[in-house]
């Protein structure tokens, strides 16, 4: 049997768009991945992960609409807002502060994959639905009965 195909991406290829200006005031979904996504984001790293996120928002101004995080993953809907940061130089900053604390707290190697999965949220797109999608990621994994019930997900800034 053939062992399965995955596309890799070079150190010099960028996943962004080209061309386009990651700094403008809209929405996008974003996906961040642990390393090897293996499942570390739980009890008192998922909390701190969640702790980094509000005080990067809140130094920089950028907007976050929801965000989940998962044992291996973290969802986030935002928009850079008045930050003048692109979407990469939020998530840079963001994987920075987490992967201090988590090493830290006694945590080894690298903490995220290389890259982080974007979704430019369009005009004809429905913020609540991606909202809602995010919120429901513990639910549609068996990790919570209800979304409300997941202990690593909010909403912050009211969706326009």
Known sequence: MKPA?????????????KGF????????????CVKE??????????????????????????????????????????????????VSEIIQRFKSLTARSYNSN????????????DHIVRKEEDLNRIALYILENPVRKGLAGYWEDWPYSETLDPIE
């Open 5 to 17: 195909y995955y596309k890799t991406y070079g150190k010099n290829r960028s996943l962004r768009l």
């Open 37 to 86: 996504e293996t499942p570390l984001l739980q009890g008192a790293l998922a909390n701190d992960v969640a702790k980094c996120l509000k005080q990067l928002r809140e130094k920089y101004l950028f907007k976050i609409y929801v965000y989940c995080i998962m044992p291996d993953h973290v969802h986030l809907l935002l928009a850079p807002g008045d930050s003048g940061l692109t």
């Open 106 to 117: 006694g945590g080894q190697g690298k903490l995220w994959q290389r890259y982080f999965y």
């Open 21 to 32: 200006d990651y700094s403008t005031d809209r929405a996008y979904f974003l996906t961040l």
